[in-house]
């Protein structure tokens, strides 16, 4: 009798954490319909919350996808004609349909893509989830948990840049969750409009969050709006900070414990990898002892650079062509937009195949 009962009560309290963690990360959140005006960046939160930036919007959406069962094991995806089979399910032709992200729940490794049907600021936003199957479903905003906070300080609808780009479409360029916050890289309309927020979830208040200068080796100066183009979380010498890169294509170490409202901070230049190009996606990963960074380019590439002792690189402060944290091209990588780790030892790779776009899974380099 006194082993059932110590287990009854082990049990009670197990199941009472459970439920307690599992309140933690969906309190605030609202049954409904959770409308978005554009779905950009994607990030995973605990238990299957996943979070959507809606530049257009100016706002950071959470929903509870519900989807937390684990995966026994990550099953390789390949799907052919992606774009073809996503314009197909949404009744549109291949030309109307944007990809503007693809990300792997962790738990569950099924796959999540934001998509645009049409094109420009009228165009509407969908969130798609398939798995090794192939099968695309719709993830509903109709009738869904979730949770909005919205940007204070974003550019305003109108605001263009000097070629003419809308601003407001750059309030959002990526997004990832970290200890408890949301990492959220944009524009804002502050002078120094390159813009890193940490909004702690649950949501709270939104401040105007710190404004990024840098030095960009390939212009030769100090700049401090251009925008993240794309972010990793990772600890540098004990301390959490933001590994970011930029167009023509800086990368940076940002101190997360800098991030603090209306800050200006400045991040050190480690990397400078090339000018005419994009930065579009990376990770980091452990191989045989190693630590790494997998960067996918819209001229440049994939690169593999190391990423240990990323402290030990001085700060770029001069012209440079190219210099700072070493880098090999993968040359059997090509096309790729998008990707993300689908389990330890792989990655999942969205490509350029001539016209067509498909997934599929890639040892870890």
């Known amino acids: 009798m006194f082993l059932r009962s110590a287990f009854v009560r082990t049990a009670i309290v197990v199941c009472a954490s459970a439920a307690a963690a599992f309140s933690a990360n969906t309190v605030g959140l609202q049954a409904g319909k959770a409308a978005l005006r554009s779905a950009g960046p994607l990030a995973f939160g605990p238990n299957g919350i996943l979070f959507i930036g809606d530049s257009l919007g100016a706002s950071i959406v959470a929903i509870d996808t519900g989807d937390t069962k684990a995966a026994k094991n990550a099953e390789p995806i390949e799907i052919k004609e992606l ?26 490794k099924k796959v999540y893509i934001s998509v645009s049907r049409g094109r420009g600021p009228e165009a509407t936003p969908v969130i798609l989830r398939t798995d090794a199957s192939g099968k695309l479903t719709e993830v509903s905003m109709d009738n869904v948990k979730f949770a909005r906070v919205s940007l204070p300080n974003a550019p305003d609808e109108n605001a263009k840049d000097q070629r003419g780009a809308n601003r407001r479409l750059e309030s959002i360029t990526d997004l990832g969750f970290v200890d408890g916050k949301v990492i959220v890289a944009g524009l804002s309309n502050e002078e ?174």
Request: overall charge neutral; charged content about 20%.
């Open 83 to 108: 774009n073809l089979k996503i314009a197909a399910a949404l009744g549109t032709t291949a030309d109307q349909i944007l990809i503007n992200d693809v990300i792997v729940n962790p738990v569950s």
């Open 192 to 365: 120094f409009s390159s813009t890193l927020r940490v909004i702690p979830y649950p949501f709270a208040a939104v401040d105007k969050g710190a404004g990024i200068e840098i030095f960009h080796g390939a212009h030769g100066r100090f700049e401090t709006n251009a925008p993240v183009r794309t972010f990793v979380n990772y600890d540098i010498a004990g301390k959490q900070h933001i590994l970011a890169a930029y167009t023509c294509t800086p990368l940076v170490r940002i101190p997360v414990s800098e991030l603090k409202p209306g800050a200006k901070v400045k991040g050190t230049t480690i990397a400078e990898l090339g000018n005419r190009n994009r930065p579009l996606d990376m990770i980091t990963y452990k191989k045989d002892g190693g630590q790494f960074i997998l960067m996918a380019n819209s001229s440049r590439g994939v690169m593999k650079l190391p990423a240990e002792k990323l402290e030990s690189y001085e700060g770029i402060t001069a012209q440079t062509e190219k210099k700072g944290v070493p880098y090999e091209t993968i040359a059997t990588l090509k096309g790729v937009q998008q990707l993300d780790k689908l389990d330890e030892g792989h990655a999942l790779l969205l490509t350029d195949a001539s016209g067509t776009l498909d997934l599929h899974t890639i040892a870890l380099p």
